[in-house]
């Protein structure tokens, strides 16, 4: 009896396994895509990328669940409104061969707009740009912010902008939907907090007024002043320095050449005890100032200086500019101004020179010949450093090697024309970067930076040529990984001796100077140059080739 029960059991299972079966193996429709996102008013394409054999794909039935939200026409899908559906592509022999595509229907922004061309933050202080985003309904309203220089402004993922420094930039705000919509605005943080400011001067010598500048680069900013009768002064980055002359009161006027409405006047009144008198232990004193606290190159500046008290002679009036290799290179005796006890001169700077400064000095004979010296040095900024160093001392023949380069200062992203062997290639790079070289039959490869140029058109020659010999064996490799490190303002250079018997000299500065040398104590052997603000460049050489081969070199070159 018990085995007649069972045997219904079994037929019903059995039939069960084939029906999941024969389901399993029922012939399907699949499309291009299961899901979809599309914005409001915009159309997307959904395919069908198998269809059941023996049925006509071209007459398949496209159908939406809410026609409110997207439409479909042969899998063409319009999007209607925002919210979801599905889009059904159905075979027209049978009801039950079927795929399904969910559509979102999402509203992307069209626009944002900042009411405000151009926005005003105090030193220190934040702001906020008022964004409108259409239409009001966007799905995704979350916003990007970026400024285009952190120095001057920060701003927070909530559009909070924080003045930090003194200057000029751009804040950036970008939908985030995919629309690629932006919109920007202006930020100026003014030099100054104050609009006028007062100060007497009761003591003789120099006296350092507060004057903060917010962090501004002092190629912002013009001065000038009411009475130069009263004193001399100059403006730096520690304050407004004044040297007193006679009795008296005059205005100094700082202006901003980033915006000439944002100025401060500073009222001095020099009191009778602060001009200085004459004594047998200081019986001579030397005033040098100039009109510009910083120049860039092929700028003009002007010299005044003031010999007080009774020197028996003036010794001489110099002006030298030293070049960024620590010599001078030029030295001039201004005809005009021989044996004067005051004067004034101006010194335009070479656009294609290497002058890292320009140097006024007045030296004055006192009672038993005693010389008394005046000094006065304006650097000469914006320069672009370009720094190179190869990673081998001696390559080898098919086997490729790497020059290492980095550039600072200009206006990145930068353009870097070399000649290898006599063949140009351009390198465009945000500031470092890599030549590759593999040489061939060549005894050695010579690599010359040419020409070096700035976002803003910018150029820099540079003299930099590195030649490295060319043999059989096995190349000798440098460790450039701390090459270009920039501790405090200082350059170093890490490298590791790895060719056994070769010498290395170092010459800081000029390449035909003594220079150091450096004896090969071992094999791997590490050692580390660093670069000060003493030292404008160095160069690495092989003095057992006469110092024909360069391994490396710094070298700072100024925009034209």
């Known amino acids: 009896m018990k085995r007649y029960l069972i045997l219904p059991v ?8 084939l029906l999941a079966a024969a389901a399993a193996e029922a012939p399907a429709v699949t499309l291009s895509e299961t899901e979809l996102t599309v914005a409001r008013g915009k159309t997307a394409t959904v395919e069908i990328t198998a269809f059941p054999e023996g049925m006509n794909k071209k007459k398949a039935v496209w159908t939406t669940s809410d026609k409110k939200v997207a439409t479909v026409t042969n899998g063409k899908v319009k999007a209607v409104a925002c919210g979801e559906c599905d889009i059904i592509c159905t075979a027209a022999e049978d009801k039950t061969v079927q795929a ?7 509203q992307m922004i069209q626009s944002l707009q900042i009411k405000t061309k151009k926005l005003t933050v105090a030193f220190g202080e934040s702001g906020k740009a008022e964004v409108t985003i259409k239409p009001q309904d966007a799905t995704n309203t979350k916003l990007e912010w970026t400024s285009s220089d952190t120095g001057v402004c920060k701003v927070d993922k909530d559009g909070k902008i924080t003045a930090v420094a003194a200057g000029d930039c751009e804040i950036t705000c970008a939908a985030t939907d995919g629309s690629g919509k932006t919109a920007k605005v202006s930020v100026h943080v003014p030099i100054f907090e104050k609009a006028a400011e007062t100060a007497e001067i009761s003591e003789q010598g120099e006296t350092v007024l507060p004057l903060d500048l917010h962090g501004a680069d002092l190629l912002n900013i013009s001065h000038k002043a009411s009475d130069s009768k009263a004193f001399l ?9 004044i040297f007193p002359l006679a009795e008296g009161t005059a205005k100094i006027t700082l202006t901003s050449l980033l915006d000439k409405k944002d100025q401060m006047v500073y009222t001095v009144t020099v009191k009778k005890q602060a001009v200085f008198v004459p004594t047998a232990d200081d019986p001579v004193q030397i005033i040098i100032v100039s009109d510009r606290s910083a120049i860039r190159a092929g700028e003009k500046v002007t010299f005044s200086y003031q010999v007080l008290g009774k020197p028996e002679s003036i010794a001489s009036v110099t002006v030298s500019l030293p070049s ?27 656009r294609a020179g290497n002058a890292s400064s320009v140097i006024f000095s007045v030296t004055a004979t006192g009672e038993k010949h005693k010389n008394y010296k005046g000094r006065c040095e304006v650097p000469v900024s914006n320069a672009l450093v370009f720094s190179a160093i190869s990673d081998t001392f001696i390559a080898k023949r098919g086997t490729p090697f790497a020059l290492h380069f980095r550039l600072s200062g200009g206006v990145g992203p930068y353009e870097i024309e070399f000649l290898v062997n006599n063949e140009r290639q351009k390198v465009k790079t945000e500031g470092t970067g890599t030549l590759e070289i593999t040489p061939g039959d060549e005894k050695s490869v010579s690599i010359t930076a040419l020409i070096v140029t700035d976002s803003k058109k910018h150029r820099c ?25 920039i501790v405090d303002g200082v350059y170093t250079l890490a490298f590791v001796q790895s060719a056994p018997g070769t010498n290395l000299k170092l010459q800081m500065d000029d390449r035909y100077n003594d220079g150091q040398l450096i004896k090969p104590e071992a094999d791997g052997a590490t050692y580390l140059i660093s ?4 030292n404008k460049g160095f160069y690495l050489t092989s003095p057992d080739r006469n110092g024909t081969d360069i391994y490396a070199g710094i070298y700072a070159g100024h925009l034209k």
């Open 10 to 17: 079994l037929l019903t299972l059995l039939i069960t396994m």
């Open 531 to 534: 670069l000060t603000d003493e």
């Open 461 to 485: 020659d540079s003299p930099i040529t590195i030649n490295i010999p060319v043999t059989d064996r096995e190349p000798a490799k440098i460790d450039v990984s701390r090459a270009f490190d």
């Open 233 to 241: 002064y100059q403006v730096a980055s520690d304050g407004l320095h």
């Open 324 to 350: 960024l290799f620590g010599s001078a290179s030029s030295t001039r005796y201004p005809p005009a101004l021989k044996g004067k006890a005051s004067g004034t001169f101006t010194v335009e700077t070479n």
């Open 100 to 106: 399904v595509c969910h559509v979102t229907v999402i």
